[in-house]
């Protein structure tokens, strides 16, 4: 099973900018996808953006669109997301997924990344 290491959360200042990376054990088929989720204390996990591997199509949730670039290097095994202009609302600790069997994409998980933007 493929699995995925999260890397590049910490502390920012509203308004800045942080790049998450998630690197795959495995190489991406075409048929893979893979998704950014983020659960903020006493709050369910939710979905943030997700990406086709084959296609590079790209899905966002409404909170983050225009502010977040979700995007993936086959050459590598890795997705990113970019995030831009962030808010304190986007404090959470940010789990990358994917998988072919789930959508968004969520056969397998990784251990999770810490973003807080102070105010």
């Known amino acids: 099973q493929v699995q995925l290491v999260e890397s590049g959360g910490g502390l920012v200042q509203t308004g800045g900018s942080l790049r998450l990376s998630c690197a795959a054990s495995?190489?991406?088929?075409?048929?893979?996808?893979m998704a950014w989720f983020r659960q903020a204390p006493g709050k369910e996990r939710e979905w943030v953006a997700s990406?086709?591997?084959?296609?590079?199509?790209?899905y966002y949730a409404e909170s983050v669109k225009d502010r977040f670039t979700i995007s993936r290097d086959r050459t590598i095994n890795t997705a990113y997301l970019q995030m831009d202009n962030l808010e304190p609302e986007d404090t959470a600790v940010y789990y990358c997924?994917?998988?072919?069997?789930?959508?968004?994409?969520?056969?397998?998980w990784g251990q999770g990344t810490q973003v807080i933007v102070s105010s």
């Open positions: 997924s994917g998988g072919a069997k789930t959508w968004p994409p969520r056969d397998t």
């Open positions: 495995e190489r991406l088929y075409s048929s893979y996808a």
């Open positions: 990406i086709r591997i084959g296609t590079g199509r790209t």
